[in-house]
């Protein structure tokens, strides 16, 4: 089941061509893991999906109710 922390969660997904998905990636792991995003503690999971002649990055938040999170 699902965690009840995240019960009001959403996910921001990201599109990038395979040129610059790596870098995006590599930046965001290091703000998260540094807690240099003031929004840190929302964002409950990344996930970068490579795909044939793309790469998806999706970003689950906790509250996705939280406009100022989510815009």
């Known amino acids: ?7 009001n969660g959403g996910k921001w997904i990201i599109r990038f061509k395979k040129a610059v998905s790596g870098r995006f990636w590599e930046d965001l792991v290091l ?7 003031d929004y840190s503690d929302d964002v409950c999971g990344i996930v970068l999906s490579c ?21």
């Open 1 to 7: 089941g699902q965690d009840p922390a995240n019960r």
């Open 51 to 71: 795909r044939f002649n793309e790469d998806i990055l999706s970003v689950w938040n906790r509250n996705a109710s939280d406009h100022q999170v989510c815009d």
């Open 31 to 37: 703000v998260l893991v540094g807690d240099q995003l």
